[in-house]
């Protein structure tokens, strides 16, 4: 039972002082090193396409999360900033555009039978969340990008 615990047990999304280093191309490691590198939950998120926990503690962090950017947990890639941040209520992290468009890549996603749009991480591939479309939020763009926390590392502005 022990393992099944800390497997479902909510991760708070990384912190960091100072903004990671930009990847300058693509950044590929091995299965293994990836399990290395990031902690059991973000492995399941970014490598595998798993979805994190709905209204969980990395979602209550993120609501209280001031001006700043967030960056793949991955790679460190420049995903989206406070600036696109908005309140969607849906549990996870909600962002209407990237704020550098090179690192986010989208693609139809058939899983679960239903067509989605998947959010990927242009530099290292890993698996961010899903963009939904014409849901009539009052955001420039008419998107929600429902991204999970722990695929994300927030870097604060000073």
Known sequence: GLVLAA???DEPMETA???PQQPAGKVEKSEQEWKTELTPEQFR???KAG???AHGEVYKQFKKQ???TYYCAGCGA???TSKQKFDSGCGWPSFYDPSRAAN???KRDLSLGMVRVEVTCARCGGHLGHVFEGEGFAT???KRYCINGVALKFVPER
């Open 140 to 142: 420039p763009t008419d």
């Open 7 to 9: 497997e479902n047990k």
């Open 66 to 68: 001031g001006a700043g």
């Open 78 to 80: 420049e995903l989206f």
């Open 17 to 19: 002082d100072k903004a």
């Open 51 to 53: 979805t994190e926990r």
């Open 45 to 47: 998120v970014l490598r």
């Open 104 to 106: 986010v890549v989208t």
